[in-house]
């Protein structure tokens, strides 16, 4: 069985990088692309909408107050005349970029936190995880609105009170995970092999919590939207007449009979990102876990 | 000198129910590119006595206490963790059980062995992949080049087995503890494993320290046996004084459950009765007496000290089992 003819190899084989391989794998998940192409366009039209707004967002010209869709206005118009579209592209700046930086916020809060839990264990788990069930046992609304309250009403504080309402989360189901991978066999072997805790940490726990954490986190930037309209319609966060996704949509509750245009347009815009999201997740998830990869080419060919 | 020596090793671990004597008292002495095996049922210790060598017991609630354990003049229990995390993998690595579960799932197999290359050896890159492909194919895997990228789950329980092997032997350790590592395996694959554990470690001197409750398995392949009771080595000897002259009651009684596919005789298989002690309360005498089917009258009054049998095999016990 054993194989003798092995000349020395010439160049050393290269091996791609987990990470690497994980990147290529990404793009075979088709839902995954239509959703990054998808978010990647809300994005690209949110940051141009400046120069690709037909409309000045705020400008109020009461004579065409609740206009129906038209050439005029793709979206119709709002209750103070304003362009529908105008304000879904401008609101979609304030809206992803709560998202987004709330996702960024809980993770690099909520990671790191749970993984001392889980691997340290004891003491700093008891001290960690208490400071976590403190935050939870409040309402996540109420604390998020109890913080903005504290630092004032301010979009950065908004997303800093979201991101303090999520990490807990993550950070108890990142603790989670990691107690389960820690007892693997594979991390006793490490450690048989002289690996230390940072060496365990992150290249044997953190890759193979990844996958919750990647699911938990296209739900967190799902919330971070929908609590960001939830403050700004309680006054905190963005102020009137600056548009927001969440802000037009609680706005437009008011008309909905007379003008459901005003409420599709950026309810329609959040479920699309959080449908795209949600999407990305699947992929990276799958991308992550290289038993849910889709091989074409046969064992160890993967490396070309 | 003996490559690994240990004195009176006592490994304990609290419970809420007290305190448990996993290990208690053990000795031996093994030379270099010497085979031990240790057998016993599970719970007899041997999985923690491995543990224990290798400094992988978890402080609290374990605790590890020893008259002497060295490996090769290096007090492994003076140690501090960062130089426990040196000698591991270096100079002593240990392989498991379940090779299903012990690489890796999301690293490629190329990055757990040249992890491991840089963690000892400070190889990196190219020269790390290059003895990656070599150790590879020491241990009989084909095309190791082209499997440096695979992950774990593309193979084989086996192939598995070898790789671990590989990882474990790829810094030139001089001693290998392997727990248990063919009983996963089915029969013909654990014939390879233990041939090529045999080639290799002959090959570049390493002593072996083989867990088993496999006699057979043993047998073919160590040339001392420990077996443990209960936290103790009941008996020690040469694989050919031991099989031919067992003489503990444990060991008698582990031979007689064990089926021989190469005798003639048509004898019935003798189950050992009964459950092993609770290793929580003290145990004054033989910790085998409840169960053993063997004993004298002393057996009930002293706890059975170690007898000469032969050359280099002893054991504690009270009866006199020699033909």
New interface residues.
């Given amino acids: 069985?054993?194989?003798v003819q092995?000349p020395?190899?010439v160049?050393?084989?290269?091996?791609?990088?987990?990470l690497r391989?994980a990147a290529r794998q990404f793009p075979r998940h088709r839902a995954a692309m239509v959703g990054l192409i998808c978010l990647a366009l809300i994005c690209l039209a949110a940051a141009l909408a400046p120069w690709v707004a037909p409309y000045d967002p705020i400008q109020i010209k009461l004579s065409a107050k609740l206009k129906p869709p038209s050439f005029e206005h793709w979206m119709g118009t709002d209750h103070f005349g304003r362009d529908v579209f105008s304000r879904l592209l401008y609101g979609g700046r304030t809206s992803l970029s709560v998202g987004l930086l709330v996702v960024g916020f809980a993770f690099v809060m909520g990671v790191p936190l749970g993984l001392a839990s889980g691997y340290f264990g004891k003491r700093i788990d008891n001290l960690l995880m208490r400071l976590v069930d403190a935050f939870l046992t409040f309402p996540p609304l109420l604390l998020a609105v109890a913080l903005v309250g504290l630092l004032g009403p301010d979009i950065q504080n908004v997303m800093l009170a979201l991101g303090l309402v999520q990490a807990p989360v993550l950070a108890r189901m990142v603790r989670g995970s990691t107690l389960a991978v820690r007892e693997?066999?594979?991390v006793?072997?490490?450690?048989?092999?002289?690996?230390?805790p940072a060496?365990i940490v992150l290249?044997?726990l953190l890759?193979?919590v990844?996958s919750p954490i990647v699911v938990q986190l296209t739900i967190v930037f799902a919330a971070a939207v929908v609590a960001e309209a939830s403050l700004s319609f309680l006054g905190f966060g963005t102020q009137p007449p600056q548009p927001s996704w969440g802000r037009d949509m609680s706005e437009a509750r008011r008309f909905l009979g007379d003008a459901p245009w005003m409420f599709l347009a950026p309810t329609g815009a959040i479920m699309l990102c959080v449908l795209s999201i949600n999407f990305m997740g699947d992929g990276l998830r799958d991308a992550?876990?290289?038993?849910a990869w889709r091989t074409r080419r046969t064992?160890?060919?993967?490396?070309r | 000198m003996p490559l690994l020596s240990v004195r009176n090793l006592k490994t304990r671990f609290a419970t809420d129910r007290g305190t448990v004597r996993a290990v208690n008292g053990v000795s031996f002495d093994l030379e270099e590119g010497e085979i031990l095996g240790l057998v016993g049922e599970s719970g007899s210790g041997k999985s923690v006595t491995a543990l224990s060598i290798?400094r992988?017991v978890p402080e609290p609630p374990g605790k590890v206490t020893a008259d002497a354990m060295t490996l090769d003049g290096t007090d492994l229990l003076g140690l501090s963790e960062?130089q426990a995390?040196?000698?591991?993998?270096?100079r002593m690595?240990?392989?498991?059980?379940?090779p299903m579960?012990?690489?890796?799932?999301?690293?490629?197999i190329?990055?757990q062995i040249?992890?491991?290359l840089h963690?000892?050896q400070k190889l990196a890159?190219?020269?790390a992949?290059?003895r990656a492909?070599?150790l590879l194919?020491t241990v009989?895997?084909?095309?190791?080049?082209?499997?440096?990228?695979?992950?774990p789950?593309?193979f084989s329980g086996g192939m598995r087995q070898r790789v671990?092997i590989a990882?474990?032997l790829s810094c030139n350790p001089r001693l290998l503890i392997a727990d248990e590592a063919t009983t996963a395996l089915d029969v013909t694959i654990q014939a390879?494993i233990i041939d090529l554990v045999k080639r290799l470690t002959r090959e570049r001197g390493t002593s072996v320290i083989w867990i088993s409750h496999d006699l057979g398995v043993v047998a073919g392949l160590c040339d001392r046996v420990n077996v443990m009771y209960a936290g103790t080595v009941v008996e020690s000897g040469p694989i050919r004084e031991l099989f031919h002259r067992p003489s503990h009651g444990y060991t008698l009684g582990l031979m007689g459950s064990t089926p021989r596919v190469d005798g003639t005789s048509t004898r019935r298989l003798t189950p050992i009765e009964g459950m092993p002690p609770n290793l929580i309360d003290p145990i004054p005498l033989c910790p085998f007496l409840p169960r053993c089917r063997v004993s004298v009258a002393a057996c009930q009054a002293r706890p059975p000290a170690p007898r000469q049998f032969g050359a280099g095999h002893w054991a504690s016990c009270l009866a006199d089992l020699a033909p």
Avoid: C, W
Wanted: hydrophobic letters at 40%; a positive charge.
């Fill in positions: 069985m054993a194989v092995s020395p190899p160049a050393a084989p290269r091996i791609a990088g987990s391989l693997d066999v594979y006793t072997a490490a450690r048989a092999l002289g690996a230390g060496r290249s044997h890759r193979n990844m992550l876990d290289p038993r064992i160890g060919q993967a490396e | 290798m992988l960062a995390r040196e000698v591991r993998g270096s690595a240990m392989i498991f059980q379940d579960r012990s690489l890796n799932p999301v690293l490629t190329g990055r040249t992890e491991v963690r000892h890159g190219a020269a992949r290059r492909v070599e194919d009989g895997i084909p095309m190791a080049e082209k499997r440096l990228g695979a992950y789950h593309q671990m990882i474990a390879q």
